[in-house]
């Protein structure tokens, strides 16, 4: 019998080969959206890209092109979320995988899975209307202003805890029971076993999950756009209000701007700046997870 | 022991005995013991903000309210001639019609008329036109559902010193709600327009998202020989769902709104009538076209999950019966994997519906009117409506914020559930 | 087992379908009245024709009589405005309005400040109407020509701007003077105790509207100009602790929530915060019907609205809208807490309108 091709089965595979093409043109897209737009205004002449990277003002109106202050921002929040989130998520998924008996597991994860699940606006209005209040009942009105970074470093952390409570959960779940039987031979107490054997064994893991937490972190738009503040300002005070990158973003577009500005050409720079960071963090995470994961089998 | 054994100096791993080991052993349970608390610790602040959020937003959403009528009801019924001791309820419908027509604008009692005339009306509507738009209820202040409850006396005292306040229980999340259309008035602003927004928008990702990310799914893990383009494919995917969602906003407002406008404003298929500018690209489609993006890479690594999953003595089996690759995939793969492929989509899906940035910037409108009713309409949607009642600085926004939140945080629920019950229906039958 | 899939998809895409496109509760009235009700209409026809003049407009700015009357239930079609969050609530109230009455179609408000605004209406043609609290710009009217345009204004109504500060504060009791306004929202100053040594040495917390509203506009020329000249925008826009929003209710809620902080915006955003916020006295006069009336209140300023003859003849609902703006806007105005246009003023708008529609009709 000789192998006759059925067009129909070409047919199929050219129509699964796009579907999975789909992805690269979405990459490319954003890329080339990104960079043309970009071009336009960086080679626009009103700003050089020296000015960009280190100037410490924003305020396209009157020409200022420094993108330190929403960078600041974005690095205040993000590092008030991590704070909370980082020994937060961790002290979860090491209870998860080596302390909680199965009825505390089937409480907590499905609670993780919630707060997973909560979209960013709700934790935007939570930031506003009780993270703020909260936080000039404890510090004082007039220290902490009514748009501040703070609140919205909080709520952004316990939006990641989630993230980082299962990646950690699944890199410590995946070390092997040999070596916990082994150290619990050696005499070690539960404590022992979790901090010096198995963490240290799945320390890449948990280290793709702090990173991928970071980049979701910068990326998280809408609690800050609540919450967090409405103009640029250069400050390292998280009790001030200021605006991040996309913040700024979301400002802007909001406001629909005129579609060849200097404005609107300039957000695409800011977006280009965001997909590069994220992008290589997302790189960082994996290249971490395939250098330094150990191999047991 | 030779030298080679030898433990690094400073080091001494001799097991200690006697009474150093009996103290060092018990400071060591001693720390154990608190970390674990601090571990259990961690957990419950989890647990608590969770609940924390969720009771802020309960309370916010029901509770007391004091309103002050903008006519008094006593005015009304002098104007008609009966006695202060009765109500409006007790007129008779004439009479309501009569204060109707006095008080309201011409256009307004034509509209109504036209609608369904006075005289075909029963008493109770009338009854309820009036006390909505004569007597107009105007919210002056609102209390939460805790202290409501909790500190009645201290509400009370306050809504005396409002001139002509009364006071009553509210709960915002009500039919009306959900029924009426977007107003500036917080009494009456309901959600409708921006529920009918969501649901329509994820209609139609779910039917552009659904197939191609199946398709994607079905390709990499089926036919892709492991060459350079189909690690590029797979790279590119994992990669795509670690982009913050307000990138994908900007790659929308770029292509779909502008560049492809004649297709996403339906000018191009001829829907639409009514002059160049009632249409441009800001429509559920541009929108759903922008979540689709989204949510592809979501569906793509849990369909390849679901796919893979899948044993390979099944495939065999096919293959071993004379099957082409994608009647073994149609026939039997698939089918295998439809309940993991379709909960992976109904949580990707479920992340586009609380997607608020991206739609933001394709350009969701501020105040519309008119509930969408096709892929080519203008939209507004659910948290984006949250996001403008939560700027307002009236506490009554806040309230209706609240309900919002409630709404779409039932909607969550329900998709999520949806795929939980559907994994554990499956699980189940796979073990038997 | 697939057929019970099978089920639960149908189930779900139909109550998708259903709820999506099931039909709206009766906000739209049953059926078009087919004999217009014995009040004259515009007629609801495709081409413009000519409504019949009660009496001939003169290019003076009095005339008896009016507009034809509309009626909503008669008007079909989709309306696209956008401009300025000043404009926003007061024509949010008359479209609202205007749909109670009977209209049927769909009104878009987007507020993204005067400049976004004219962008939308000029340069990309998107909307039929745009909001705006300043006159527009000969630029902006020259990019309208390139797309064949000819703005109409139309005069709706007064704002009188608002600066507020926080209802704790008190030594702004008496208000401030416009060179001393002019230097808080500066970047000469850091501290209150740099406008006035009287005044406590806090940081002074800015809250403006963004660069896209009109309303920043308006301050600039009104305020920061006479003071600082051309360097006006770029004084205000480089002070320290200055937050931008084109949202007033951010603004608001920040004024709101600090002692120390001052902002500015339409008086609509003021009036419905009273008791949250406390207005200034500028060169010694309050905000108020009277003031405005009068011509004291030196940040006065005029609303407008505009639209393009050719589009309210290609699109009559949109000359149905803007008639009907123009006979109740005085109705409303009170209510959103602007302050009505001088009669003339109006009278003068509703000429446009007429001379506009005469206009398109003999084209």
Same mark, same amino acid.
């Given at each position: 019998?000789?192998?006759?091709?059925?067009?129909?089965?070409?047919?199929?595979?050219?129509?699964?080969?796009?579907?999975?093409?789909?992805?690269?043109?979405?990459?490319?897209?954003?890329?080339?959206?990104?960079?043309?737009?970009?071009?336009?205004?960086?080679?626009?002449?009103?700003?050089?890209?020296?000015?960009?990277?280190?100037?410490?003002?924003?305020?396209?109106?009157?020409?200022?092109?420094?993108?330190?202050?929403?960078?600041?921002?974005?690095?205040?929040?993000?590092?008030?979320?991590?704070?909370?989130?980082?020994?937060?998520?961790?002290?979860?998924?090491?209870?998860?995988?080596?302390?909680?008996?199965?009825?505390?597991?089937?409480?907590?994860?499905?609670?993780?899975?919630?707060?997973?699940?909560?979209?960013?606006?709700?934790?935007?209005?939570?930031?506003?209307?009780?993270?703020?209040?909260?936080?000039?009942?404890?510090?004082?009105?007039?220290?902490?202003?009514?748009?501040?970074?703070?609140?919205?470093?909080?709520?952004?952390?316990?939006?990641?805890?989630?993230?980082?409570?299962?990646?950690?959960?699944?890199?410590?779940?995946?070390?092997?029971?040999?070596?916990?039987?082994?150290?619990?031979?050696?005499?070690?107490?539960?404590?022992?076993?979790?901090?010096?054997?198995?963490?240290?064994?799945?320390?890449?893991?948990?280290?793709?999950?702090?990173?991928?937490?970071?980049?979701?972190?910068?990326?998280?738009?809408?609690?800050?756009?609540?919450?967090?503040?409405?103009?640029?300002?250069?400050?390292?005070?998280?009790?001030?209000?200021?605006?991040?990158?996309?913040?700024?973003?979301?400002?802007?577009?909001?406001?629909?701007?005129?579609?060849? @500005?200097?404005?609107?050409? @300039?957000?695409?720079?800011?977006?280009?700046?965001?997909?590069?960071?994220?992008?290589?963090?997302?790189?960082?995470?994996?290249?971490?997870?395939?250098?330094?994961?150990?191999?047991?089998? | 022991?030779?030298?080679?054994?030898?433990?690094?100096?400073?080091?001494?791993?001799?097991?200690?005995?006697?009474?150093?080991?009996?103290?060092?052993?018990?400071?060591?349970?001693?720390?154990?013991?608190?970390?674990?608390?601090?571990?259990?610790?961690? $957990?419950?602040?989890?647990?608590?903000?969770?609940?924390?959020?969720?009771?802020?937003?309960?309370?916010?959403?029901?509770?007391?309210?004091?309103?002050?009528?903008?006519?008094?009801?006593? $005015?009304?019924?002098?104007?008609?001639?009966?006695?202060?001791? $009765?109500?409006?309820?007790?007129?008779?419908?004439?009479?309501?019609?009569?204060?109707?027509?006095?008080? %309201?604008?011409?256009?307004?009692?034509?509209?109504?008329?036209?609608?369904?005339?006075?005289?075909?009306?029963?008493?109770?509507?009338?009854?309820?036109?009036?006390?909505?738009? %004569?007597?107009?209820?105007?919210?002056?202040?609102?209390?939460?559902?805790?202290?409501?409850?909790?500190?009645?006396?201290?509400?009370?005292?306050?809504?005396?010193?409002? !001139?002509?306040?009364?006071?009553?229980?509210?709960?915002?999340?009500?039919?009306?709600?959900?029924?009426?259309?977007?107003? !500036?008035?917080?009494?009456?602003?309901?959600?409708?327009?921006?529920?009918?927004?969501?649901?329509?928008?994820?209609?139609?990702?779910?039917?552009?998202?659904?197939?191609?990310?199946?398709?994607?799914?079905?390709? =990499?893990?089926?036919?892709?020989?492991?060459?350079?383009?189909?690690?590029?494919?797979?790279?590119?995917?994992?990669?795509?769902?670690?982009?913050?969602?307000?990138?994908?906003?900007?790659?929308? =407002?770029?292509?779909?709104?502008?560049?492809?406008?004649?297709?996403?404003?339906?000018?191009?298929?001829?829907?639409?009538?009514?002059?160049? $500018?009632?249409?441009?690209?800001?429509?559920?489609?541009?929108?759903?076209?922008?979540?689709?993006?989204? %949510?592809?890479?979501?569906?793509?690594?849990?369909?390849?999950?679901?796919?893979?999953?899948? !044993?390979?003595?099944?495939?065999?089996?096919?293959?071993?019966?004379?099957?082409?690759?994608?009647?073994?995939?149609?026939?039997?793969?698939?089918?295998?994997?439809?309940?993991?492929?379709?909960?992976?989509?109904?949580?990707?899906?479920?992340?586009?519906?609380?997607?608020?940035? !991206?739609?933001?910037?394709?350009?969701?409108?501020?105040?519309?009117?008119?509930?969408?009713?096709?892929?080519?309409?203008?939209?507004?949607?659910?948290?984006?409506?949250?996001?403008?009642?939560?700027?307002?600085?009236?506490?009554?926004?806040?309230?209706?914020?609240?309900?919002?939140?409630?709404?779409?945080?039932?909607?969550?629920?329900?998709?999520?559930?949806?795929?939980?019950?559907?994994?554990?229906?499956?699980?189940?039958?796979?073990?038997? | 087992?697939?057929?019970?899939?099978?089920?639960?998809?149908?189930?779900?895409?139909?109550?998708?379908?259903?709820?999506?496109?099931?039909?709206?509760?009766? /906000?739209?009235?049953?059926? /078009?009245?087919?004999?217009?009700?014995?009040?004259?209409?515009?007629?609801?026809?495709?081409?413009?024709? /000519?409504?019949?003049?009660?009496?001939?407009?003169?290019?003076?700015?009095?005339?008896?009589?009016?507009?034809?009357?509309?009626?909503?239930?008669?008007?079909?079609?989709?309306?696209?405005?956008?401009?300025?969050?000043?404009?926003?609530?007061?024509?949010?109230?008359?479209?609202?309005?205007?749909?109670?009455?009977?209209?049927?179609?769909?009104?878009?408000?987007?507020?993204?400040?005067?400049?976004?605004?004219?962008?939308?209406?000029?340069?990309?043609?998107?909307?039929?109407?745009?909001?705006?609290?300043?006159?527009?710009?000969?630029?902006?009217?020259?990019?309208? /020509?390139?797309?064949?345009?000819?703005?109409?204004?139309?005069?709706?109504? #007064?704002?009188?701007?608002?600066?507020?500060?926080?209802?704790?504060?008190?030594?702004?009791?008496?208000?401030?003077?416009?060179?001393?306004?002019?230097?808080?929202?500066?970047?000469?100053?850091?501290?209150? &105790?740099?406008?006035?040594?009287?005044?406590?040495?806090?940081?002074?917390?800015?809250?403006?509207?963004?660069?896209? &509203?009109? #309303?920043?506009?308006?301050?600039?020329?009104?305020?920061?100009?006479?003071?600082?000249?051309?360097?006006?925008?770029?004084?205000?826009?480089?002070?320290?602790?200055?937050?931008? &929003?084109?949202?007033?209710?951010?603004?608001?809620?920040?004024?709101?929530?600090?002692?120390?902080?001052?902002?500015?915006?339409?008086?609509?955003?003021?009036?419905?915060?009273?008791?949250?916020?406390?207005?200034?006295?500028?060169?010694?006069?309050?905000?108020?019907?009277?003031?405005?009336?009068?011509?004291?209140?030196?940040?006065?300023?005029?609303?407008?609205?505009?639209?393009?003859?050719?589009?309210?003849?290609?699109?009559?609902?949109?000359?149905?809208?803007?008639?009907?703006?123009?006979?109740?806007?005085?109705?409303?105005?009170?209510?959103?807490?602007?302050?009505?246009? &001088?009669?003339?003023?109006?009278?003068?708008?509703?000429?446009?309108?007429?001379?506009?529609?005469?206009?398109?009709?003999?084209?």
């Amino acid at each position: 019998m000789s192998r006759r091709a059925r067009p129909g089965e070409t047919i199929i595979q050219g129509f699964l080969l796009f579907c999975g093409a789909v992805s690269i043109l979405t990459t490319l897209g954003i890329v080339l959206v990104l960079v043309q737009q970009s071009t336009l205004f960086f080679g626009s002449g009103e700003l050089d890209l020296g000015e960009f990277f280190s100037g410490t003002e924003w305020q396209p109106a009157i020409g200022k092109f420094g993108i330190w202050p929403l960078f600041m921002a974005t690095l205040v929040t993000s590092f008030v979320g991590m704070l909370v989130a980082l020994p937060l998520g961790l002290c979860v998924a090491i209870y998860l995988s080596e302390y909680a008996s199965p009825r505390a597991r089937g409480i907590l994860k499905p609670v993780l899975e919630v707060l997973a699940g909560i979209p960013t606006v709700v934790y935007g209005y939570f930031a506003l209307l009780f993270i703020t209040p909260l936080l000039r009942s404890v510090f004082g009105a007039n220290i902490v202003q009514i748009y501040n970074m703070a609140s919205a470093g909080i709520a952004i952390g316990i939006l990641i805890i989630p993230l980082i409570a299962s990646m950690s959960e699944d890199a410590l779940s995946a070390v092997p029971r040999s070596l916990r039987e082994g150290a619990y031979g050696l005499g070690a107490t539960k404590l022992e076993v979790a901090v010096r054997v198995v963490v240290p064994a799945a320390l890449s893991g948990i280290a793709a999950a702090v990173i991928v937490a970071t980049s979701r972190a910068v990326g998280e738009t809408m609690v800050v756009a609540i919450a967090a503040g409405a103009g640029p300002n250069l400050t390292l005070n998280p009790f001030e209000a200021a605006e991040t990158i996309t913040g700024h973003i979301v400002r802007i577009s909001g406001g629909d701007l005129s579609y060849d @500005s200097i404005d609107y050409n @300039s957000i695409f720079a800011l977006a280009l700046f965001l997909f590069v960071i994220t992008f290589v963090l997302n790189i960082i995470s994996r290249a971490v997870v395939r250098r330094f994961r150990e191999v047991y089998e | 022991m030779n030298a080679a054994c030898a433990p690094p100096s400073g080091v001494d791993y001799r097991v200690k005995l006697g009474e150093e080991f009996e103290q060092n052993l018990s400071s060591r349970n001693r720390s154990a013991s608190i970390w674990q608390l601090i571990f259990l610790a961690a $957990t419950i602040v989890c647990v608590v903000a969770l609940l924390t959020l969720l009771i802020k937003i309960v309370n916010d959403a029901f509770g007391t309210v004091a309103y002050q009528n903008e006519i008094d009801p006593e $005015t009304l019924l002098r104007s008609v001639g009966a006695s202060a001791d $009765t109500t409006l309820a007790d007129l008779p419908k004439e009479a309501l019609a009569e204060i109707f027509q006095a008080n %309201v604008s011409a256009g307004l009692f034509r509209r109504y008329n036209t609608e369904k005339p006075f005289e075909e009306r029963t008493q109770e509507e009338v009854l309820a036109l009036v006390n909505e738009r %004569v007597v107009q209820p105007k919210i002056v202040k609102t209390w939460g559902l805790f202290e409501s409850l909790l500190n009645r006396g201290a509400i009370e005292a306050q809504t005396a010193a409002i !001139p002509n306040a009364t006071l009553e229980f509210r709960s915002w999340v009500s039919a009306e709600f959900l029924a009426n259309p977007q107003s !500036p008035e917080p009494e009456t602003a309901g959600a409708r327009t921006a529920i009918r927004g969501s649901l329509l928008a994820i209609l139609v990702t779910f039917l552009v998202s659904f197939p191609i990310g199946v398709g994607a799914a079905i390709y =990499l893990e089926e036919y892709a020989a492991d060459n350079r383009l189909n690690r590029l494919i797979q790279a590119n995917v994992n990669n795509l769902a670690g982009v913050p969602s307000i990138i994908y906003g900007m790659l929308g =407002l770029a292509i779909f709104v502008r560049l492809l406008e004649p297709v996403t404003s339906g000018v191009a298929f001829g829907a639409v009538g009514g002059g160049e $500018t009632s249409q441009n690209g800001r429509t559920i489609l541009s929108a759903a076209l922008t979540l689709s993006l989204l %949510v592809l890479p979501l569906i793509i690594i849990n369909a390849q999950e679901a796919i893979r999953a899948v !044993p390979r003595s099944l495939r065999q089996a096919s293959f071993g019966l004379g099957a082409t690759r994608w009647q073994t995939v149609w026939n039997h793969v698939l089918p295998y994997a439809i309940p993991g492929i379709l909960t992976g989509t109904i949580l990707a899906i479920s992340r586009a519906v609380g997607e608020t940035a !991206p739609l933001i910037v394709i350009g969701a409108s501020t105040f519309i009117t008119v509930d969408p009713s096709g892929p080519f309409s203008k939209f507004t949607t659910l948290p984006i409506q949250i996001y403008q009642w939560t700027s307002r600085p009236q506490d009554e926004f806040r309230n209706l914020a609240a309900a919002a939140i409630l709404v779409l945080l039932v909607l969550l629920l329900t998709l999520n559930a949806a795929a939980i019950i559907m994994r554990n229906r499956f699980s189940q039958r796979r073990v038997s | 087992m697939r057929r019970t899939y099978a089920l639960f998809a149908l189930v779900m895409t139909l109550s998708l379908i259903i709820s999506a496109c099931g039909p709206t509760p009766t /906000q739209a009235p049953a059926a /078009q009245p087919t004999q217009p009700p014995a009040q004259a209409t515009q007629p609801p026809a495709s081409e413009a024709t /000519q409504p019949p003049p009660t009496e001939e407009p003169a290019m003076t700015v009095e005339f008896v009589g009016g507009m034809p009357p509309v009626d909503p239930l008669a008007v079909s079609g989709d309306i696209v405005t956008a401009g300025s969050s000043t404009v926003f609530p007061l024509t949010e109230a008359l479209a609202a309005r205007f749909q109670d009455e009977g209209y049927a179609g769909n009104i878009t408000i987007d507020s993204v400040g005067t400049g976004a605004g004219f962008e939308r209406f000029c340069v990309a043609g998107e909307t039929d109407i745009s909001n705006a609290s300043r006159p527009i710009r000969s630029s902006e009217v020259e990019s309208c /020509q390139a797309i064949g345009r000819e703005p109409v204004e139309f005069r709706v109504g #007064t704002d009188a701007l608002a600066v507020v500060v926080n209802p704790a504060n008190e030594f702004l009791a008496e208000g401030v003077t416009l060179e001393e306004l002019a230097k808080i929202f500066s970047n000469e100053a850091a501290n209150w &105790s740099d406008v006035n040594p009287a005044w406590p040495a806090e940081p002074i917390l800015r809250f403006s509207p963004g660069t896209d &509203s009109g #309303t920043f506009d308006y301050f600039v020329e009104a305020v920061m100009t006479p003071a600082y000249g051309d360097a006006g925008e770029e004084t205000i826009l480089s002070a320290a602790n200055l937050q931008l &929003s084109e949202d007033d209710n951010v603004l608001v809620q920040g004024v709101e929530g600090d002692q120390n902080a001052i902002g500015y915006f339409g008086y609509a955003y003021f009036n419905e915060n009273k008791d949250r916020l406390t207005a200034l006295k500028i060169n010694g006069v309050e905000p108020s019907t009277a003031s405005v009336d009068a011509g004291t209140y030196p940040l006065a300023r005029p609303l407008f609205i505009y639209s393009d003859a050719s589009i309210m003849a290609e699109k009559p609902q949109v000359a149905d809208f803007i008639n009907f703006y123009l006979t109740y806007v005085n109705d409303e105005i009170a209510d959103v807490g602007y302050f009505p246009a &001088s009669q003339s003023a109006l009278n003068g708008a509703k000429a446009a309108l007429l001379e506009a529609l005469s206009n398109a009709g003999s084209e």
